[in-house]
């Protein structure tokens, strides 16, 4: 049976435990973090495997056929080159690293060797996203608009930006990424922050809310705002909308889609919206929805474990070098919103 291994026993860690407590069909062999309490707890969870404190001596004992790495997103590099070096196919968490071109380096040598890899970019798994795909090809969307309002995180190194590289890095990256996904490519992004929202949590020093205006390649415009002053989800209605000349999709990710403009409709007479000849009808009050099934995630991993059981990695929607893609997309928002102007989104 091949062998599966996790190094970084923390919070995303024991998300993908969840899921691997389902399989028949692999071992789950070695649980590695430097909080050797963290490791152990995943082998009583397991009922097997080992727990250590050095991902080299893990390998060198264990042998793994497969690694997630759910590590905090200013320790990548070593553990991923010698998973390379030793030819392990690996999942990594978003958002892959901080630093652009030790990522491109870890992305070429991964390459080189010819590993599977994969990200955890599970929203693309989920249900609602063909749907979506579905409605953009079939309506021309000049603007997208998207925001996530959250709160802060619990873990020790999110509120530090050189940390966690702030909200859109670390966690909104998952919208950043569904609109390359669905939508397509980023040109150039402008972005602004504010700060001195958020107050009394210690270590902070991200930004609270960050706006970002895009301009896709496709010629289409977009807006992404993030916060994270929120303490009550009465806050923001967090969705990307894509909005047609005829309807507009609401997508909420992992959740539902709502369609508007499909569903016919008596005019009422309160229109807003000026056409030519004076008003427009009022349309789209009603949406067709659809709802998410609750699954991404588990075949987010299922889909990598079988790549590699298969040897075929043709199914997996987001290996690193796509994944890297979305990293540069956030990146590119830091360095505008540090430098003032617009930047042009380096994509490899
Ligand atoms: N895909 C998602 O939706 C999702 C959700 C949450 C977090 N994440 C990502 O997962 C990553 C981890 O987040 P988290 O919330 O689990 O953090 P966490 O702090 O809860 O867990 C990280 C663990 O990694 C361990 N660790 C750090 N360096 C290590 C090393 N060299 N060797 C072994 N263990 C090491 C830490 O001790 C800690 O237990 C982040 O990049 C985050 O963005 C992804």
Redesign the pocket.
């Known amino acids: 049976m091949k062998k599966l291994a996790i190094?970084?026993?923390?919070?995303?860690?024991t998300?993908h435990l969840e899921h691997f407590l389902e399989y028949k069909d692999i071992e789950l062999a070695g649980f590695?973090?430097?909080?050797p309490e963290?490791a152990e707890e995943f082998v009583r969870k397991a009922g097997k495997g080992r727990a250590f404190t050095d991902?080299r001596e893990m390998y060198d004992a264990v042998n793994p056929d497969m690694v997630f790495i759910?590590?905090?997103?200013t320790?990548h590099g070593e553990?991923e080159f010698e998973t390379i070096r030793r030819g392990i196919p690996f999942f990594v968490?978003?958002?892959l690293a901080l630093d652009l071109d030790l990522a491109r380096r870890i992305r070429d040598a991964a390459e080189a060797k010819g590993l599977i890899t994969a990200s955890?970019?599970?929203c693309r798994y989920s249900n609602i996203v063909q749907p979506t795909i579905d409605f953009l090809k079939t309506h021309e969307v000049p603007y997208v608009e998207c925001a996530r309002m959250g709160g802060v995180p619990g873990?020790?190194?999110w509120p530090k930006k050189s940390l966690s590289g702030g909200q859109a890095v670390?966690q909104t990256i998952?919208q950043f990424d569904i609109i390359r996904y669905v939508f397509g490519e980023p040109d150039t992004v402008f972005s602004m922050a504010t700060r001195g929202f958020v107050k009394g949590i210690e270590g902070y020093d991200t930004d609270d809310l960050s706006s970002t205006v895009i301009r896709f390649k496709n010629g289409a415009l977009g807006t992404i705002s993030t916060g994270c002053y929120a303490t009550d989800g009465a806050c923001f209605d967090s969705k990307i909308t894509f909005s047609a000349p005829d309807s507009r999709l609401d997508h909420y990710i992992i959740g539902k889609v709502n369609i508007y403009g499909q569903k016919p409709q008596e005019d009422d007479g309160s229109g807003l919206v000026v056409k030519g000849d004076g008003t427009l009808r009022a349309g789209g009050a009603e949406a067709v929805t659809i709802q998410d099934d609750g699954t991404a995630g588990v075949v987010c991993d299922r889909t990598f474990v079988d790549a590699v059981l298969t040897g075929d990695g043709s199914k997996i929607r987001s290996p690193y070098r796509d994944a890297l893609r979305s990293v540069s997309f956030t990146l590119a928002c830091n360095k505008s919103m540090e430098t003032g102007p617009p930047v042009k989104v380096e994509l490899d």
Request: proline residues 13%.
């Open positions: 190094i970084g026993c923390g919070g995303i860690g998300y590695c973090d430097l909080i963290r991902y759910c590590i905090p997103p320790c553990i968490e978003k958002p955890g970019f599970q873990t020790p190194w670390e998952h």
